[in-house]
């Protein structure tokens, strides 16, 4: 079963690299998703043979030199397979905490699966589908462990992105992080300051994606906040109130847990949208918590978040507005919804509900039953509109700027913006049709002596 589930093309490049007299196996994540009964998205293959020699075994196949320094080539059977081929190597010392700065090419395969991070991820297999896992890491998939090579000081020590890549497997796979290995995470998260800020980003999001995020946001504070400092006073930080049964972190990680969507964008909000509380809290005479005004301070301190760890500004503009508008209140009236979905966009109003939804799932249960039967009801009356041919913005508004020009003589610029905004609120609002003729002789008359 295992033999067959290796693809074609890196059956082929093991083939020929034993067929030359050199060891070769198929390794790490590849290995261990087909332990797991999954589908691997990645292969790659370690060898015996140096890069020279892979060379020449490769000599009627393309070949990419992608980090033959460090023994890697990248080999390509068919057009649009690309497989990474490693000689066996032993590391030399990390003096930036990331990478090797020399590399040693060895014979044996042991050696090379010794320096790897976790033993789920040092475990090889050849062409036959035979497995060569010196360090337990098959019983640690059957177990669910995540545990480190060896000793787990020095493994972080080498490398401090394995910690953000211990607490990702865990949230991915819903495997526990062996006790020894989980005391080196919480022990070293510090070394995360040295990884660059494209790196932290890319396992911080997968870490956000996994099915079992819950537990390892609780459970690995230290890590989070390491990542993310301005987390931090969040931590234990009680709210109070009837509406609440976490404190602001806990309350953080449930929402995020509780969207089960795969949209990132949506899952960054949700750890972002309440950073901001214990910067505005306050009691009133009843002693009861409130935090007015969190929504922009929480989109103050995550957008410096968010362009220190490199997001996109498509990424971080998409994030922020879940945030900046995480709290408005719409009632469930056709109008209002027309308007909130006018000002706010179709796209960001339904993902906006993925967000309230989840951050109510994260909350009391005080009113939650009637609190959910309005956003049902939002949500169907939203679905109406988009299904009809509303007008819900400029474009699709029957006025343009050439029509205010040519028709009412209006000189180009500020003014004509503002006139078609006060167009589409009109019409958001019911208080005048889509039609063109009816806009027209109402900016005539209304609005043009106005603005």
């Known amino acids: ?12 490049i093991l083939k020929m690299l034993e067929d030359r007299g050199f060891k070769a196996y198929v390794v790490g994540g590849c290995v261990r998703d087909l332990l797991r009964g999954e589908e691997p998205h990645d292969w790659d293959i370690t060898t015996s043979a140096t890069p020279d020699e892979m060379h020449e075994v490769f000599a009627d196949i393309k070949t990419v030199d992608t980090g ?18 490693t000689t066996f190597r032993i590391d030399g ?21 010794a320096r790897r991070d976790f033993t789920v991820n040092a475990i090889a297999m050849d062409s036959e589908g035979n497995i060569t896992d010196p360090f337990g890491g098959e019983e640690d998939i059957k177990g669910g462990i995540i545990r480190c090579v060896g000793d787990p000081d020095r493994r972080f020590a080498e490398d401090g992105l394995r910690i953000l890549r211990a607490l990702r497997f865990a949230s991915a796979l ?34 956000l994606l996994g099915n079992y995020s819950l537990d390892v946001l609780l459970n690995y504070k230290e890590v989070i906040t390491a990542v993310i400092p301005e987390l931090a006073p ?31 964008c949506i899952k960054t909000a949700l750890l972002l949208h309440d950073i901001g509380k214990p910067f505005c809290y306050t009691e009133d005479e009843e002693g009861h918590g409130h935090f007015y005004g ?16 490199k997001y996109s500004n498509a990424r971080k503009g998409r994030i922020l507005d879940l945030i900046r508008y995480h709290d408005m209140r719409i009632e469930p009236e056709v109008k209002a919804c027309r308007k909130a979905m006018g000002r706010l966009g179709t796209e960001l109003f339904f993902d906006l509900a993925e967000v309230r939804r989840a951050d109510k799932l994260a909350q009391s249960d005080y009113a939650r039953e009637k609190e959910f039967a309005q956003m049902d009801e939002i949500l169907r009356i939203a679905r ?16 343009n700027g050439d029509d205010l020009m040519r028709e009412l003589k209006i000189e180009p610029g500020k003014k004509v913006g503002e006139i078609l905004s006060h167009l589409l609120d009109k019409v958001l609002s019911d208080e005048l049709a889509n039609e063109k003729d009816l806009l027209l002789e109402y900016a005539r008359k209304e609005v043009c002596g106005e603005l």
Request: net charge negative.
């Open 174 to 207: 819903g495997f526990k992080i062996e006790d020894k290995t989980a005391g080196s995470v919480k022990r070293n998260a510090k070394l995360l300051e040295k990884i660059s800020a494209e790196r932290v980003n890319v396992e911080l999001t997968k870490l």
């Open 384 to 399: 109406e509109i988009a299904a009809s041919d509303d007008c819900l913005d400029l474009k699709t508004l029957a006025v």
């Open 1 to 12: 079963m295992q033999e067959i589930r290796i693809p074609s093309g890196a059956k082929k």
């Open 93 to 113: 010392e990390y003096k930036d905490g990331r990478h090797p700065e020399t590399v040693e090419f060895v014979t044996s395969l042991e050696g090379d699966l």
């Open 68 to 85: 033959a320094k460090h023994g890697t080539i990248t080999v390509i059977p068919e057009e649009g397979e690309l497989y990474e081929v």
């Open 234 to 264: 969040a931590v234990g930080f009680k709210q109070n109130s009837i509406w609440h049964c976490y404190d602001v972190y806990d309350h953080i990680a449930h929402s995020v847990a509780a969207y089960e969507g795969s949209d990132e």
């Open 294 to 309: 969190h929504g922009k301070i929480s989109v103050d301190m995550a957008e410096k978040i968010l362009d220190r760890l």
